[in-house]
Nanobody
Framework: VQLQASGGGLVQAGGSPRLSCAAS????????MGWFRQAPGKEREFVAA????????YYVDSVKGRFAISRDKAKNTVYLRMNSLNPEDTAVYYC??????????????????WGQGTLVTVSS
């Protein structure tokens, strides 16, 4: 699976950008698609995930109610809508994919495929 993330940039606090992750190379019906982020000096952390087939979503507590993950099966693309951004959301955001049959959802080591990352900088 090849993943191409886009949509990052400089955003004002309170902004609502949308990240996109275009997938290619494999049918995604048995995959989970996730978003992770890594802030400067911090470890990569789970943000959200969605099962490609059923659309079940999962979020880290810090973004619940603010971020929304979705997928467009026709476009083979996963999105992360981010609302009410604050400077603590500044990070490189990565999309990732893993088999729905293996392991858990929340550890980055569980994911086999990664996009290149897109930087989101939130200014106060």
């Amino acid at each position: 699976v090849q993943l191409q993330a886009s949509g990052g940039g400089l955003v004002q606090a309170g902004g609502s950008p949308r990240l996109s992750c275009a997938a290619s190379g494999r049918t995604l019906s048995n995959y989970v698609m996730g978003w992770f982020r890594q802030a400067p000096g911090k470890e990569r952390e789970f943000v959200a995930a969605i099962t490609w087939s059923g659309g079940t979503t999962y979020y880290v507590d810090s973004v619940k109610g603010r971020f929304a993950i979705s997928r467009d099966k026709a476009k083979n693309t996963v999105y992360l809508r981010m609302n009410s951004l604050n400077p603590e959301d500044t990070a490189v955001y990565y999309c990732a994919a893993k088999s729905v049959y293996s392991g858990g959802l929340y550890a980055y080591g569980e994911y086999n495929y990664w996009g290149q990352g897109t930087l989101v900088t939130v200014s106060s």
